[in-house]
């Protein structure tokens, strides 16, 4: 899950920034400017040099829009924010835009307004970290709303941003076959075969999980994601990975000269694309950034999507023995916390953030850790109905031995990426919660009893985890489900399981979490997540079917259950689960552990 921590910066910071902003504006003639949650390689998660949104806002949630005029600002975000941006936001001078609420213009929409009233003229946008989508798509809504003129050619925060951090540093490594499970050479001729069959003699990878996939490198540039900040051109005569010439080893270098993979300057890649010698290349149009579509110019291109995140989702049989593995020492991880923390919040003095660190303490005792995956959502009471709430030192709430606690975390393991959500009861809870509790488990166990044909895309299995809620005028505004990489981004594309349409095919071999939840402002928040595995389910004359099948490993708390509200196929794969999760995990514990593993993984019946 895309993380946030809530905390509130001085307000009195943020306007002098947006006056430094209309300054810069103001001399190079331009009425508005807006600032993504993106970077050069449009990547969801992004290093701190190109955080401009947050810091020309103060919001530092993982998804937003900040847009700044010479007389006002807003800020676009989605419902897994809207509460911590209104935090945020408050005194900086920005409105907060609530995406897909009825009534929330468009930034297009906004500033035709604006502007109109303004006599302004020229928006300003930096070319660099939005994609050709985005830019060709805002372009025209711009000249929709009276002939407004986007630039595309400027960073204002170049000048405005004094201490603004540097591109990572960091060393690339090489991630070993044993757990990559494909070679390079391997991935790179599946890679031309894909284009040959588009009719394309090259393309330029940007995204950042793409290049860390198709090379077998990691990395240590984009927090709690183990990539390498660069660029990858695959010419039809030659490979070529621009980036800086301090992130690689001697181990690395002698590495990609024995893949055939030339190297050159981070910022050459312009260059790279002005030589290239191709007759037409492909270039991801929510991938590539529009400066470098520019720079490439008017030779014959190819917009289309990427066929590399089509092909990282399905993992191979290594892969998925690595995540069956790291599974094993996530779980052996959670029971020990689990065992660890009722107790420990009856005798006091537990925190969010203490819970937190000891979970986080339990995962390092494991091996093959590398990192956690995304920070720890852990929100007690009302901080769990704050989507991706993550507790500060000023919002660290005590844990009380009553109600809910909404734990949601995971961990990068060499061999494999873990992201697990459980809704934990501390002591008694209220009708109310048992109630909420009950229609997002069986939301969850729905959707995972599912079989469906191959090919199916996750919106048609969307309704299986909303049924149930649905009867009661009851949603969630997040996705269901999305992938997980192999010890790579925890999010990844580009199949999900959503209400908005994603055509992307389910395919067995693909990872896609399972993750339904209920969150009541004020309140509490309920989410129960598995990661899945799609495997091949029955042949019939009406083709292949697939099925789910679980591969995280941890009891789901059974204290909140209203039984009545369950079925009884819904009862019986919560008693299979739980036998598979203690048949997986009670080897690799001592007999204290495996004592409360034994009631938490009980049968449960009416």
């Known amino acids: 899950m895309p993380c946030q921590n809530v905390k509130t910066m001085d307000s009195k910071i943020i306007i002098k920034r947006i006056e430094e902003l209309r300054e810069f504006m103001g001399r190079e003639g331009m009425h508005a400017f807006i600032f993504p949650s993106t970077d050069p390689h449009n990547g969801e998660y992004v290093p701190e040099h190109w955080k401009g949104r947050e810091f020309i806002s103060g919001f530092n949630g993982s998804a937003g829009t900040a847009v700044v005029t010479m007389d006002d600002a807003a800020l676009w975000t989605d419902s897994r924010y809207f509460l911590a941006a209104e935090e945020q936001l408050a005194g900086t001078g920005f409105k907060l835009m609530k995406l897909k609420i009825e009534g929330t213009p468009t930034i297009a929409q906004w500033l035709g307004r604006k502007l109109a009233v303004s006599g302004g003229s020229v928006v300003g946008i930096d070319g660099m970290v939005n994609s050709v989508e985005t830019i060709l798509c805002l372009a025209d809504e711009l000249r929709a709303e009276g002939g407004i003129t986007l630039r595309t050619n400027?960073?204002?925060?170049?000048?405005?941003?004094?201490?603004?951090?540097?591109?990572?540093?960091?060393?690339?490594?090489?991630?070993?076959?044993?757990?990559?499970?494909?070679?390079?050479?391997?991935?790179?001729?599946?890679?031309?075969?894909?284009?040959?069959?588009?009719?394309?003699?090259?393309?330029?990878?940007?995204?950042?999980?793409?290049?860390?996939?198709?090379?077998?490198?990691?990395?240590?540039?984009?927090?709690?994601?183990?990539?390498?900040?660069?660029?990858?051109?695959?010419?039809?005569?030659?490979?070529?990975?621009?980036?800086?010439?301090?992130?690689?080893?001697?181990?690395?270098?002698?590495?990609?000269?024995?893949?055939?993979?030339?190297?050159?300057?981070?910022?050459?890649?312009?260059?790279?694309?002005?030589?290239?010698?191709?007759?037409?290349?492909?270039?991801?149009?929510?991938?590539?950034?529009?400066?470098?579509?520019?720079?490439?110019?008017?030779?014959?291109?190819?917009?289309?999507?990427?066929?590399?995140?089509?092909?990282?989702?399905?993992?191979?049989?290594?892969?998925?023995?690595?995540?069956?593995?790291?599974?094993?020492?996530?779980?052996?991880?959670?029971?020990?916390?689990?065992?660890?923390?009722?107790?420990?919040?009856?005798?006091?003095?537990?925190?969010?953030?203490?819970?937190?660190?000891?979970?986080?303490?339990?995962?390092?005792e494991q091996a093959l850790f590398k990192d956690i995956s995304f920070d720890t959502i852990a929100g007690y009471g009302p901080h769990g109905a704050i989507v991706h709430y993550e507790a500060t030192a000023e919002t660290d709430a005590e844990l009380k031995p009553e109600g809910l606690l909404l734990l949601d975390s995971g961990a990068q393991y060499l061999d494999g990426t873990t992201d697990i959500t459980r809704t934990i009861a501390l002591g008694p809870v209220t009708d109310e919660q048992k109630h909420i509790y009950t229609l997002v488990l069986k939301g969850h166990i729905r959707l995972a009893m599912a079989k469906f044909p191959a090919n199916a895309s996750g919106t048609q299995l969307d309704v299986l985890a909303r049924e149930a809620m649905w009867r009661e005028g009851l949603n969630y505004l997040h996705g269901t489900g999305h992938g997980v990489g192999s010890y790579l981004n925890v999010h990844e594309g580009p199949h999900q399981i959503r209400m908005e349409y994603k055509p992307e095919p389910l395919r067995a071999g693909m990872t896609v979490t399972n993750e339904p939840g209920l969150y009541l402002a004020g309140k509490f928040g309920v989410r129960i997540e598995n990661t899945m595995l799609i495997t091949e389910y029955m042949d019939t004359d009406y083709g292949k079917f697939l099925q789910l099948e679980p591969l995280t490993l941890c009891p789901i708390d059974k204290k909140p259950i209203d039984l009545d509200m369950l079925t009884d196929d819904e009862i019986d794969y919560l008693n299979t689960y739980h036998a598979n999760v203690f048949k997986a995990l009670s080897p690799y514990l001592d007999s204290e552990m495996t004592e409360w593993l034994i009631e938490a993984c009980a049968p449960i019946v009416r």
């Open 154 to 364: 400027i960073d204002p925060l170049d000048s405005i941003w004094k201490d603004r951090p540097s591109v990572p540093l960091d060393y690339a490594v090489v991630h070993p076959m044993k757990y990559a499970g494909e070679s390079a050479e391997s991935k790179i001729a599946r890679i031309r075969h894909a284009l040959r069959e588009r009719h394309v003699e090259g393309m330029l990878i940007s995204a950042l999980d793409d290049i860390a996939w198709t090379l077998n490198l990691r990395g240590n540039d984009v927090h709690c994601n183990p990539v390498v900040v660069a660029y990858l051109l695959i010419s039809p005569d030659k490979v070529t990975l621009y980036i800086n010439p301090i992130k690689l080893t001697d181990e690395v270098r002698e590495y990609l000269a024995s893949i055939n993979v030339n190297t050159d300057l981070y910022e050459n890649v312009g260059n790279g694309l002005l030589k290239y010698s191709g007759y037409n290349i492909l270039l991801d149009p929510n991938e590539t950034s529009y400066t470098l579509y520019n720079i490439y110019g008017d030779r014959p291109k190819v917009l289309i999507p990427s066929p590399v995140p089509s092909m990282k989702a399905v993992k191979n049989m290594v892969e998925i023995r690595g995540f069956r593995d790291a599974m094993v020492r996530d779980g052996v991880a959670m029971v020990k916390f689990l065992r660890w923390l009722v107790p420990a919040v009856e005798d006091g003095g537990v925190t969010e953030l203490t819970a937190d660190e000891e979970l986080t303490s339990f995962r390092m």
